[in-house]
């Protein structure tokens, strides 16, 4: 079956460590997105990719990097440059074609920092 | 503040009809969306609605659209304790981009 996948499911990081969280699709969507998910808040864009090899920041996109090598991949790596990174990580895809732009998403990646 | 509003909670009897709402503000939105979300889970398209399209019924989900007030609510109907959830909805607006409301906290009670 086609999906997302996300991974770790949970991660803990200790303060001043970078740790990178994993996103792989098999649906063939040409876009791809990072969102970060606060207790009683919406969805926040991170980052955002409609095509290899090319990559927006979207609305807090500060403290945090990401790569888009393959189709399938975009990894989101949090850095210690980000100032309070315990936060439920939420990956999603998009076709893009005419029509509804449905997203669809991954299981998330529930980031903690000790 | 948020594009999308959402009230944050909603309590309802098994066996009753749950109505959430939701205000978005792009008015050339093309596609507005209902995600459900479970505990520790990723987010679940229920439904969407095109923006020329004033109602969309799909079993027991029921989305109303109001252009002129851009209000959207969903109806769920015969409400069970499987329907226990966070709710969101979101618009795809005129740059493309999707903006999500908070989320409403759905608790359904025996």
């Known amino acids: 079956d086609g999906g997302i996948t996300q991974s770790p499911k949970y991660l803990f990081r200790k303060e001043g460590q970078n740790v990178t969280l994993s996103c792989e699709q098999n649906?063939?969507?040409?876009?791809m997105y990072w969102y970060r998910q606060d207790p009683g808040q919406g969805l926040r864009l991170i980052y955002y990719?409609?095509?290899?090899?090319?990559?927006q920041k979207g609305d807090i996109a500060e403290g945090y990097s990401v790569s888009r090598e393959k189709k399938e991949s975009f990894p989101l790596t949090v850095t210690s440059a980000q100032k309070n990174p315990t936060a439920f990580y939420l990956c999603?895809?998009?076709?893009?074609?005419?029509?509804?732009?449905?997203?669809?998403f991954g299981a998330g990646s529930r980031l903690t920092v000790l | 503040g948020e594009d999308v509003e959402q009230s944050l909670f909603l309590s309802v009897r098994e066996g009753d009809s749950s109505v959430i709402n939701c205000t978005y503000t792009d008015s050339s939105s093309t596609y507005l969306y209902w995600y459900k979300q479970e505990p520790g889970a990723g987010l679940q398209l229920l439904t969407y609605i095109f923006s020329n399209m004033d109602m969309k019924q799909d079993q027991r989900l029921t989305v109303l659209l109001n252009k002129k007030d851009k209000h959207l609510s969903l109806r769920i109907a015969d409400t069970q304790t499987g329907d226990s959830a966070i709710y969101f909805c979101a618009e795809n607006d005129s740059w493309g981009k999707f903006q999500f409301g908070a989320g409403t906290q759905v608790v359904v009670t025996p």
């Open positions: 649906l063939n969507h040409d876009a």
């Open positions: 999603a895809s998009s076709s893009d074609r005419v029509g509804a732009n449905v997203l669809t």
């Open positions: 990719s409609q095509i290899v090899n090319d990559f």
